[in-house]
Structure formats: C-alpha cells, structure tokens
Nanobody, 115 residues
C-alpha cells in the first residue's frame, strides 16, 4: 500500500506564494506520474498540474505561468510552487500518484487566498 502525505497549505494574500509538498511512502511502486488536483466548494475536482516519467509536465490553462510542478525522485516527493495566487485558486488541493497498476490520492490540503 502507498500513502501520500501533503503539506504546505494555508492562508495567503492575493499575489502571494505557497509551496505544496506531497511525499509518497509505503510499498515500492513503478512511478508513472504524480500530480495535483483541486476542488472548490460545490465544484468538481479539477486537474492542476502533473509530472511524468522523464520530467514531462502539464498544466491547466488557469495556472500556466504561475504554478510550477517538480519532483525529487530520491525523496519520492512532488512539489507545487504556486506564485501570483488569486482568490479563485482557493480550494482543497489533492496530490495524486499514478503507478503501473493503481492510482492513489492524498488527504488534501486547504489553500485559501484572501486579503
């Protein structure tokens, strides 16, 4: 079994920055991709960013140029650097791990962008 633990959420003012971390632990796994999704109250969970084998990245249009996803393979950790945050970025952010056979989700971390 694989566990994902997220950290780095909180309250930030518009225009500010935060960095999320997601560390994978537990059974060994064949990494395919890790990514971040977010869910605002009353809305569906939406894709934010992902990083795959070889470091290939993808971003939602709404965060391109502001968010950067990266990975430390040795630490089995993925990061999401979020800059120029907007109130509409407020949501619960979930980490996702795709392996060769399964998909795992973290418990979520709240990001609130407000003055």
């Amino acid at each position: 079994q694989v566990q994902l633990v997220e950290s780095g959420g909180g309250l930030v003012q518009p225009g500010g920055s935060l960095r999320l971390s997601c560390a994978a632990s537990g059974s060994s796994f064949n990494f395919r991709a890790m990514g971040w999704y977010r869910q605002a109250p009353g809305k569906e969970r939406d894709f934010v960013a992902s990083i795959g084998i070889g470091g290939t990245t993808a971003y939602a249009d709404s965060v391109k140029g502001r968010f950067t996803i990266s990975r430390d393979s040795a630490k089995k950790t993925v990061y999401l650097q979020m800059n120029s945050l907007k109130p509409e970025d407020s949501a619960v952010y979930y980490c996702r791990l795709d392996t060769s056979f399964s998909t795992y989700w973290g418990q979520g971390t709240q990001i609130t962008v407000s003055s």
